[in-house]
């Protein structure tokens, strides 16, 4: 059974996840060696359980139950032993999460199981050979603390019993979990940035402006916000991540990056998080 959780990495996914299981009462470990990340991420974490208290979603006391089921530490080390379940939430590149990996493989204590929140990297390919039977993809969408899907992707290796676990504790911290194969992007992934690479490919080629690319999307299909808004609040990085994933995935040219994503990667323009992308911030 598992009841206490470590989170490696504290950016947007890893304080969303730390929040969620801290909230439902789990003693969570979120570890990232950056100082700077970890204490924005303190701040983000108060701030969004703050967002909830005035919206009448949690109360005062759960509020200063779920801050104190948090540590924070910048060091990898034995203290995660003490933990069932740990989740990889870092940045979208396979050679990075193989060496947190290794990382944690020094405190193997024989039991716990290792999820990643890629969204996009297939999971037999990461999955540690030592322990391939305790891997599982556990893919949180953003905002965690308010969307309720996990794609729970099962490795070739990954154990009906690891599964079960994972599958009934999404659950219990209110999720809605949704099972799906191990393919490049899994199901969310593999539809929705394509879509926003499309939208990009269509204000490279001049066909309309970004305003009424997103208009279209939002008056037209019902969106909540139109695709370039949304790449922008995503990360044009982690999109252009996505795309290269299932671009050597599959072999096909339909998800061929488009070539202003890639400079605008290239130029720093990242969307929300470095203040501009398609839009100033």
Known sequence: MISRVTVIGSGTMGNGIAHVFALNNYPTLLIDNNLDSLNKAKNVINSNLERQLKKGII??????????????????????????????????????????YEDLLKFDNGSFILATNTSSISITELAPKVI???????????????????????????????????F????????????????????????????INEAIFALYEGVASKESIDQVMKLGMNH??????????????????????????????????????????????LGRKSGEGFYKY
């Open 168 to 195: 009934e504790l999404s659950q219990k911290i209110g999720k809605k979990p949704v099972v799906v194969n191990d393919y490049p992007g899994f199901i969310s992934n593999r539809i929705l940035m394509p879509m």
């Open 132 to 166: 391939a039977d305790r891997f599982i993809g556990m893919h949180f969408m953003n905002p965690v603390p308010v969307m309720e899907l996990v794609e729970i992707v099962k490795g070739y290796s990954t154990s009906e019993k690891t599964y079960n676990e994972i």
């Open 59 to 100: 109360t005062q006391g759960q509020k200063e139950k779920a801050l104190g089921n948090i540590i924070f530490s910048n060091t990898i080390d034995e203290n995660i032993a003490n933990s069932e379940l740990i989740i990889e939430a870092i940045f979208e590149n396979k050679f990075s999460k193989v060496k947190v």
């Open 224 to 269: 909540p916000m139109g695709p370039l808004t949304l790449a922008d609040f995503i990360g044009l990085d982690v999109c252009l991540n996505i795309m290269e994933v299932l671009y050597n995935g599959f072999g096909d040219t339909k998800y061929r990056p488009c070539p202003l994503l890639k400079n605008m990667v290239n130029a720093g323009k």
